[in-house]
């Protein structure tokens, strides 16, 4: 007995040494299977046909940025610009086929030139400027972003229907972002297991200056490198920009974010040397099953941050073991005779996969009975106060009506929100609510909605080119009218004045500044001296009003597109606001109502926030009963001065 027990523990140890080095070699694969797993037994709306065609086109944007990236961060670099730069391209094509006229081939093939371009400047300044990865590609950063705002003027530019075609299914079924995603996947599984380039890639990655004395022409190569994530970049613009039926100058924020994490959990070290573009795909589809499945378990989307940061920690903690181990992920196109092995491995892994998806599908299946009625809400925000109120009011009124409401924030972004409402889609909802990023690129997704017969209540702003059974909204036009006159009558007719504007893009903005142009016609003893976005935020909203002072210190006036950059502007003001510098803001937010009551704000055009979430649950419960609603439900604006505050609820 001894003996054998004896006997026994050495294939033990190697058969948990073996399994660990499994695990470890393999860990991102691992997490994806465990991932699925656990998202179908936790969701019954999750393992649908629809719903993991959702996730394959909410990974494919992030998985082309991230093949990019790849190339980078394998030479041991880093790209912080393939947002912004995919932004622009986007920006490039859609201004040039629109705007200039010019055939959609050639403003492709433009857009596709701007990518290659930012990849070569930034390459420029790694290899012969001598500048840090992180600096130069940060500066590019901020310079993609800002000419795609030059270029758009800051509104979105409709996308070419020709092109907006890549944002499409083929068959009815079959998403062409998803095939984009495996084609660009090939390429550069092929760049780096089959090139020269792809081998310089590594070579650079484990030791440069080793790779130099060893004849490689380093500083060519980074520029090929560079120029190769500026080309990947561009096509993840023209995909995004097709989904959503117009570039965005503002899209694709944080996205470079999002591509570095996929590379990282992939696999890939950030000290150079490893990577490949399975785990790369492997990382992105991580990423877009976490976000996935977590709107669909209405987990609140703070806590999403906090989720996916916590799995990017734990991949690089893993990528730490792998090393501390003597493990390594191996370069793309690397031999084996473990690959056979392997591959069994992965079979077996996946049939087990399914056995349990299946068996959780049919306890799903079994206790579908007695849902109860869900409803979803897409914000474009829930850092504004404005926002977080029409949620309040939506939260209250469903619990009176004892629905299930889900609440997501789009953090401003369109294709985030577009990614959301696609979940909403699949997540057999009653209905939904939506507060549109942008009414343009909402669109598709609406569209989406109306295909599966969900009825969709647009909030505050509208959607176009899809049905929605109902607006419920203030006129953004109207309390733009309202607040020029008010601001006008308070300053006499007569003064100077400037504007903070909202975030670029934005419908609010452009249609709160288009009433307040309108209203101040009427007042021709009124001088705009200076206009300057301040994003709807208060600390921009300080910061833009003290730069504005030094240049127009004798100001009279001043309009902000929302309370928030009102307050901003108050605290720049100082003594002067409410006594010779007169504010309007508008919202009518428990903090500006308060600032009213205090003097330093003369007025804030108030939407009742809270009442327009209200409505919107109410109508988007009838619209889901097959009940008749109006089609435009208007919740009136006020103007709120220090004359009539007490008492309003805003």
């Known amino acids: 007995m001894a003996t054998d027990t004896l006997k026994s523990k050495p294939g033990a140890q190697s058969a948990t040494g073996g399994l660990r080095r499994l695990l470890l070699d393999n860990g991102a694969l691992t997490a994806l299977i465990v991932l699925v797993i656990a ?23 992030t998985a082309i940025l991230a093949f990019g990236v790849t190339f980078v961060i394998v030479s041991a670099g880093i790209d912080l610009s393939v947002g912004s730069v995919a932004a622009l391209s ?23 030139a701007t990518g290659i371009a930012c990849g070569l400047v930034n390459g420029f300044l790694i290899s012969y400027g001598k500048l840090p990865p992180f600096i130069a590609t940060l500066a590019m950063l901020s310079v993609g972003r800002g000419l795609s705002l030059v270029i758009s003027q800051g509104s979105p530019i409709a996308f070419p229907d020709s092109v907006s075609h890549l944002g ?17 996947g090939l390429i550069t599984a092929f760049v780096l297991g089959r090139t020269y380039i792809g ?29 190769f994530s500026g080309l990947f970049a561009a096509a993840a613009g023209i995909v995004l920009a097709s989904r959503l039926s117009s570039a965005q100058p503002q899209a694709a924020q944080g996205y470079e974010l999002d591509a570095i994490a996929a590379v990282v959990i992939g696999g890939a070290s950030l000290a150079g040397g490893t990577g490949k573009a399975s785990g790369t795909l492997i990382g992105a589809l991580i990423l877009a099953v976490l976000r996935n499945g977590l709107n669909l378990l209405s987990v609140s989307a703070f806590w999403q941050q906090v989720v ?68 979803g809400l897409s914000l474009s925000t829930l850092n504004n106060p404005f926002f977080v109120q029409i949620r309040d009011g939506a939260e209250e009124q469903a619990k009176k009506a004892g629905v299930d409401l889900t609440v997501t924030d789009a953090q401003n972004d369109a294709s985030q929100q577009a990614n959301q409402l696609q979940n909403f889609v699949s997540g057999g909802l009653s209905s939904i609510i939506v507060n549109p990023v942008d009414s343009d690129a909402a669109g598709p997704a609406v569209r989406g909605a109306n295909k ?47 504007i903070l504007q909202g975030q670029a893009g934005t419908s609010a903005s452009r249609e709160r500044g288009a009433g307040f142009a309108a209203g101040l016609k009427e007042y021709p003893g009124i001088k705009v001296v200076a206009k300057q976005p301040a994003d709807f935020d208060r600390t921009k909203g300080l910061d833009v009003m003290t730069n504005l002072l030094q240049a127009h210190p004798d100001i009279d006036g001043v309009f902000a597109e929302n309370d928030e950059m009102a307050l901003g502007a108050i605290k720049a003001l100082g003594s002067k606001a409410g006594k010779s510098v007169q504010v309007v803001g508008f919202d009518g937010t428990p903090d500006g109502l308060k600032a009213v009551r205090e003097g330093t704000l003369f007025a804030s055009v108030a939407q009742q926030p809270k009442e327009l979430g209200r409505i919107a649950v109410q109508n988007a419960l009838r619209a889901a009963d097959g009940e008749k609603v109006d089609t435009m439900v208007k919740v009136p604006v006020k103007v709120v001065t220090k004359e009539n505050v007490a008492g309003f609820e805003g």
């Open 452 to 498: 599966d017969d969900i009825p969709v209540i647009a909030v505050d702003r509208g959607v176009n080119d899809a049905k929605a059974a109902a607006l419920v909204a203030s006129d953004n036009v109207e309390g733009g009218e309202l607040g020029a006159q008010a601001l006008a009558e308070k300053l006499g007719g007569k003064g100077t004045i400037v």
């Open 199 to 227: 081998r310089s890639m590594y070579a650079i990655g484990g030791n440069e200056e080793a790779a130099r004395l060893s004849g490689l022409r380093v500083k060519r190569q980074k520029l090929a490198i560079y120029a």
């Open 308 to 375: 996916i940061g916590v799995v990017i920690a734990l991949a690089v903690l893993l990528d730490t073991l792998r090393r501390k181990a003597g493990t390594t992920t191996p370069a793309a196109g690397a031999g084996g005779g473990g690959k056979g092995k392997q591959a069994l491995t992965y079979l077996i892994a996946a049939v087990v996969a399914v056995a349990v998806v299946g068996a959780t599908s049919l306890l799903h299946n079994d206790s579908s009975a007695g849902k109860t009625r869900k409803v």
């Open 168 to 184: 499409d299914t083929l068959g009815g079924w079959l998403p062409v972002p998803v095939l984009v995603m495996i084609v660009m």
């Open 39 to 61: 998202m179908s037994a936790l969701s019954g709306d999750f393992l649908t046909a629809d719903n993991l065609l959702n996730v394959g086109v909410q990974a494919a944007v």
């Open 90 to 112: 986007a920006t490039v094509l859609a201004w040039s086929a629109t705007e200039a006229g010019m055939p959609v081939v050639l403003a492709v093939l433009l857009s596709v």
